[in-house]
Each structure stands twice: as structure tokens, then as C-alpha cells.
């Protein structure tokens, strides 16, 4: 047995001093608890603790000098990914992989949510069939097939927990009905779709936007011609319907999404439908920010650029995402939590066993100071060691 004192507990509704303790990996009691004698004490001294954090878009890592890919380490990703409190994870099969690679992540996400012994609770398809005139390397979105399709979801075995597609495209009915198949949850991304279509994606099950304001498009091809401003781009059209979670990626330079669209998210959708994400990436085909002068973006450390000069995601974790986030918006560490593991959890079906501090759960754990920098990290309670 383990008890957590002296720290600010981080619930969905309130935050209050109070006790945790923990045994077995789960949180047994929590609250105005006795601690028994024999338990061991571990002062947070004074710092909150809230629930470790989900990140359910990620594609590798990019921080503390270490570049590692899911590709290559989707374990190895998913451990980085802990050191930075990132206590659930759903890997993502991003749609500019070749057929094999996105075929070797699903294995090794497989293998590694068979064992049981890391934070990998699913996968997340970005694609592959977006539309490819939205989003870096579009290019290399796949073209849709029956048996392509088919393919990746069988492989997979149950695990996707999610699945990004365009509304607009050709296929994108025909994918709706797979997904609903395969109880796979639709993503609305990448995409340019009208209106309409997205009605009838939220119709046939959609119930999250990847990355909110970023590789969205305006259907309308003269989008300012009558009024002088662009109206009902994708970004407009998904926040004007209740029940979305939007992904958010809070990057240092708010060059993903602006400040004013990060307020302007968390007033329209509030904060239960809020998701922070990394969207990081490892892959070593990028441009340098040291080649660049600080004034531009390109020279953010926290910002991925491909070959191509494209915004291609970023070198973020959760925890760092989630401290700019409230840097932003101003919104308090009760707040932050939630868009940072509680949202996800809930979106992604796994809030019967993590994302909040609840008697039952498990104990992921994430002590944070008052800038949202992470002080410790407890999964399945036990501390996460050399913490980043
Ligand atoms: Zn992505």
C-alpha cells in the first residue's frame, strides 16, 4: 500500500487536499482517508496531482535529444512518452506511410496491448484515406480500395480505437460503414468537406475532430467572394455541433492552432470535449531548427517541418502541450486535466479505467507544479523513474 499526501488532488468537478492510496496498481481509496500504518508515504508536497495524461495522436518522439519513430520503437515511443506523464497512448498509422510500415505498427501495437505491460491502449489510423490536398505529405495519402480497407482493419484485430477520414471523399460513405463494422471510432480530418458531409459523418458515428484548424480546409472554392471573408470553412462547420471533441495541438509559437482559435475552442466546445495532443513525430526527414533565425517559426523546437517547408506535426508531449494550453486560455489546472486525460478517455472509451482519480481505477499519476511542469509520474502505481 501506498498513500499520496500533502498534494492537491485534481477531480473533474473540484480540487482539494486529500489523500490517495493506492495497491495493487489501482487506486483504493481517496479523500479524507486514514493512512495505514504500514503503508508507504510519498509527499507530493503541495504540487497537484491529477490523472496521467492520454495521448491518442502520436506518431513518435522528438524531445531531450532523442529522435525515435513508431515505426521503428512503437514501445520505445510509448516509454518516452511516460517519462512526460503520458500514461495511455494510442499510437498512430499516419496515411504517408508506405502500406508495409503502417502494417509494422500494427503489429508491434499488437504485440505490445496482447502483453499488457506498456501504456499502448489502441491504435489511431490518420487516414489512409484522406483527401490529399490537405495536410503535409498529402501527397502520399492512399488511394481507397475495398481490400486495402480490409486489410489494415483486420490486421489490426479490434484494436483501432479510432480512425481519421475526409467526409467529402468518394469512399468516405463506404469507410462510415466499415468503421461502424469494426465499432471503430470516425475522425473528422484532413479534409475539406461541406457541410452536409459532415452532418452525415456525425449521422453515421463521428464523434472526433483530429487536429482542430490544422490541414482543414473551405469547400467553397470562392470562400470570400461575397462578403469578403471566408465562411464555413471545416473548422467552423465541426464547432457549431454539440457532442465533438477536437483534438488541439498547443505548440510554443501557437503556430498549429492561434491563440485567439485555442479560446475561442474551449468557449464553443468547453471543457469536456477539449483533447490535447502531441501529434509528435521522429521521423529524421526534417528541416533544422537551427538553420533559422529565432524570429521564425521554423526555428521552434517544439515545431516539426518536413523537407517540403509543410508543418508536418511536432516534437511535443502531452504535459508540454498542455502547459501551453494554459498559458493560452488561462484556464486553471482542474481545467488543463481534463483536456489532457479525462476528454481523450472518455472519447476513446477507456474512462472506466483511466482519466480521472476514482476509487477503481487505475493509479496513472501525474504530479505538476503550478506551470504544469511535471514533478513525478506514477503508471499503474508505480514511479516512473529519470522522469523528463
Ligand atoms: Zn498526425
Redesign the pocket.
Known sequence: MKAIVNGKLVFEDKICEGTLLMDGGKIVAVGDVEVPADAEIIDAKGLYVGPGFVDQ?V?GYSSCGERIDVINDTRGVAARHLKHGTTTITP?C?FSLTREDFLSIIAQCNEAIEAGDTTIAGIHF?GPFTNPKRGANAHLTWEYSDELCYEIFDAAKGNVLHCTYAPEMPHAPKMEAVLQKYGVIPDIGHTNADPDSIYRAVDNGARIVT?LFDAMGNYRDNAAEITGDPQDCVSDIVLSIPGLYYEIISDSRQVHVTKVSQRQTLRCAGEDYVILVS?ATGRATILNPDDYPPEDVRSAKDLNFNLLGQLS?SCLTVSQGAANFKKVTGADARVVFKCASTNAAKALGLYDRVGSIAVGKDANLVFVDEDFAVKAVYFRGNEVEDIR
Do not use: F, I, S
Open positions: 495522436h506518431h498512430t499516419g490518420e487536429h501529434d506535426g
